[in-house]
């Protein structure tokens, strides 16, 4: 069980605690009263009024997950504990999807025919992040040392209420369709919803709805950078580095050079590029040749073509750095990802359904707690972001970064939704974002994009001219070109 709301606040910092002494659970931050709310459909109200009712389980899922905060393909009591409330709200789950523990898929039908609406849910968290729920660095009394630091546990929380409130609308005002809630685990790693579209299980989806934390609210208007993950392994010969280091081959040698022989390709690639690696291995001791060491790339590019042509280059100048050094090596693609596609019939119906419902209403308490935190990182003192941000009229630039939701992007209409979560500027995948997300305030984050998506979710369902709109708008993006996954089909997911 989490901590109670007194128990969370404890240890909050003198000039905080003013604000937020209290017994019961916080409320979440009210939206435009659901019976106030004029020129929304009957059928987008019955989802709404579900959400009403929902907050409390919402705000529940998100603490919850916050406290499990269980890294990529180890989320096992977080996909089982969303699981096992959709199947209690009669939706049928099947588990272990796609060769993956964690993934999951929740069913429900309604009528005959109809659209099947996909909502997408991640709950994975971020190694080394974890923080108390606190404006400073402070670990976790419990000993849990990673964190939410992306808000996934908000993530999840949000998404699985977007779906049940969408299946109580279609039970309430009798909508014909579908929608499947698929539990994708280890977006963090860019792997679960690759290996999940590798299987199939986004097949036959109308359009996907999907949602972000972030420190600003807007519908998302920027494309992401496609990427391969990989990892290449050198093998040599040990020997003693002093007494007869010419019987070694040094696999450290190896890395060095590869990585010598990237950085030198910078200066010949496009502006729009990344290239970056770690060294996991790199030996044990200085007195022994390293048989074994390990390099860890990403490259990215705006372009997938571009990122094919570069993950080909590397691979020429890992092949040279063995042949120089005598030794052997074998590459591993753990995944890659396109550039994510946007919908541009579905970010205008997704912006309406967010003006009507607006930003997070954060309390007093929770701005106060934000700017803190920024005094302590030495930005700019604003608080949160409750703003909603206009929707451009056209694509703004992309966004460094890559997300495996890409990949459902480009098999069905996709749209996604960013809602402030956490204080204006703070660094992400971070203590201070782990820090945020797991206060109860930050759950009214949840709360908006359930209600955003679930009104859009209907939209789907009952307006086949947006569908259609959707769909020729994704065709037009795609030119008709068949998803080709950037990984072998047959390859199995990197279960730990």
């Given amino acids: 069980m989490h901590r109670t709301s007194l128990t969370r606040t404890a240890a909050f910092p003198a000039v905080v605690a003013a ?4 017994t019961a659970p916080v409320p979440l931050a009210s939206q435009t009263p659901t019976a106030l709310m004029r020129g929304v459909s009957a059928e987008k ?6 959400l009403d009712d929902l907050a409390d389980e919402i705000r529940e899922m998100s603490m919850t997950l ?8 180890l989320e096992h009591r977080s996909a089982e504990y969303l699981a096992g409330l959709l199947a209690a709200e009669g939706f049928e789950v099947e588990t272990g999807v796609a060769g993956m523990p964690t993934a999951f898929t929740a069913t429900f039908s309604h009528g005959s025919g109809g659209p099947v609406l996909g909502v997408l849910a991640e709950y994975d968290a971020l190694p080394g992040v974890g923080n108390e729920p606190v404006p400073h660095r402070q670990s976790r009394a419990d000993g849990v040392t990673s964190g939410q630091g992306c808000g996934h546990n908000l993530f999840g929380a949000g998404s699985v209420g977007a779906a049940i409130a969408i299946k109580r609308a279609m039970v309430d005002r009798d909508i014909a369709g579908e929608v499947r809630l698929f539990g994708t685990p280890a977006e963090e790693t860019v792997v679960g919803k690759v290996y999940m579209a590798n299987a199939g299980v986004f097949d036959g989806v109308d359009a996907t709805l999907v949602w972000h934390p972030m420190t600003e609210t807007r519908v998302t208007n920027a494309s992401t950078q496609a990427m391969n993950n990989f990892t290449v392994e050198f093998r040599g010969q ?3 580095s002093a007494a007869d280091p010419w019987n070694g081959r040094s696999a450290l040698d190896a890395a060095e050079m590869m990585n010598y022989g990237a950085n030198l390709m910078r200066e010949h690639v496009y502006p729009s590029t990344r290239i970056h690696y770690v060294m996991p291995n790199a030996g044990e001791a200085p007195n022994v040749v390293p048989e074994y060491a390990k390099v860890w790339y990403y ?3 705006t372009l997938r073509a571009n990122v094919d042509e570069y993950y080909e280059w590397l691979l020429d100048i890992a092949d040279a750095a063995a042949q120089a050094t005598r030794t052997e090596h074998e590459v591993s693609l753990i995944t890659g990802v396109h550039a994510l596609l946007l919908n541009r019939p579905l970010q205008e119906a997704m912006q309406a359904n967010l003006e009507a419902v607006g930003g997070p209403r954060f309390p007093d308490a929770f701005q106060a707690w934000g700017r803190e935190m920024q005094a302590g990182l030495d930005i700019e003192q604003v ?3 409750i703003d909603v941000q206009p929707l451009a009229a056209r694509p703004t630039p992309a966004q460094g970064g890559s997300t495996d939701v890409a990949e459902v992007s480009w098999l069905t209409p996709t749209v996604q939704l960013e809602v402030t979560s956490a204080p204006k500027g703070v660094p992400w995948h971070s203590w201070a974002t782990s820090a945020s997300h797991g206060t109860e305030w930050a759950a009214a984050a949840a709360d908006v994009a359930a209600r955003v ?4 979710g209907v939209d789907l369902l009952t307006d086949p001219d947006l569908l259609a709109a959707a769909k020729g708008a994704h065709g037009r993006s795609t030119a008709g ?7 072998p089909r047959d390859q199995k997911p990197p279960i730990p």
């Fill in 299 to 301: 490259v990215r590019d």
């Fill in 45 to 50: 109200i019955a989802a709404l009024e579900a």
């Fill in 453 to 456: 998506m679930a009104m859009t």
């Fill in 238 to 240: 040990a020997a003693h």
């Fill in 481 to 487: 070109r068949p998803w080709q996954s950037p990984i």
């Fill in 383 to 385: 608080g949160l972001d």
């Fill in 19 to 22: 604000f937020v002494f209290f």
């Fill in 66 to 73: 916050w406290e499990y905060s269980e890294i990529a393909l």
